[in-house]
């Protein structure tokens, strides 16, 4: 059993507010003094693909990513979490992609490999937060899609996906191969690699795909949304200081002000 999982690099959400930027030109946070590391829902699918492969025998983890050299970062961590074999995708046009083209793309790529039993990605990433990836590899693989998993059992030719819902959680079957999103929950939270693994992971091979490399659509590799603009709200708020000498004293005053403003 073939198991891809879809990775992406994202800005670090633990930055510091006051070095978070927005590029004016092209609406995309700056990148020169950030740092980035493996979005949230996708190692949280990369998790759940590794807890998979090693409940059924001879399954395989490829784990993809498209993204520049940098992102080779978040493949080397896959390969830390015992992943089978990683691929990256990448061309020097691809800058401003949209998820409808990182869907094609990543489709197209999962063909050139063979195909996979189940295709694994975050539910959607924690920097534009779209979440049209896994649906559309799935429309663009001919597969269904099954979205916000937090857990899957495998049988011999469908699964089981555990799926949010509103006030708790459904169980779906679906034929494989299929496309899944994860979410964040208790059965899939990342591992901490092995000192060991890491090491290896330093001296895997990453495979590099170029456009040359798939059968891809040049249109659908152009994005059809364009980011006009993207702001960070300036929220201002306007503290006091209450007065008082202890505990007693600050509580009453608290309790005063709260009355007045008739909140209680």
Known sequence: MHIVVCLKQVLDPEITPKYFKIDPETNRPENSDTDFVLDSF??????????????????TVTALCLGDEESEEVLRRALAFTANAAVR???????????????????????????????????????????????????ELGIPCVTLVSDLEVEENSAKATVEVE???????????????????ETNVPRLPKVKDIRLARSKPIVLLESEDLNLDPE?????????????????????????????????????RLFALKII
């Open 167 to 185: 006030g708790g959680y459904a169980v779906v079957s679906v034929p494989s191969p299929a496309v899944f999103t994860i979410i964040s929950s």
């Open 220 to 256: 659908r590799c152009q994005p059809g949304v364009k980011l006009e603009r993207a702001y960070v709200l300036n929220k201002e708020v306007a503290c006091q200081v209450l007065p008082g000498n202890d505990g007693a004293e600050l509580a009453s005053e608290l309790a005063d």
């Open 89 to 139: 995708v990448w061309d020097e046009e691809w800058e401003n992609l949209d998820g409808q083209a990182v869907g094609h793309i990543l489709a197209q790529t999962i063909k050139s490999l063979g195909g996979a039993k189940l295709v694994l990605t975050g539910y959607q990433a924690s920097d534009i937060e779209e979440g049209l990836v896994g649906p559309v590899m799935a429309e």
């Open 42 to 59: 996708a190692e949280n699918a990369l998790e759940l693909a590794v807890q998979l492969r090693n409940k059924v025998p001879g399954a």
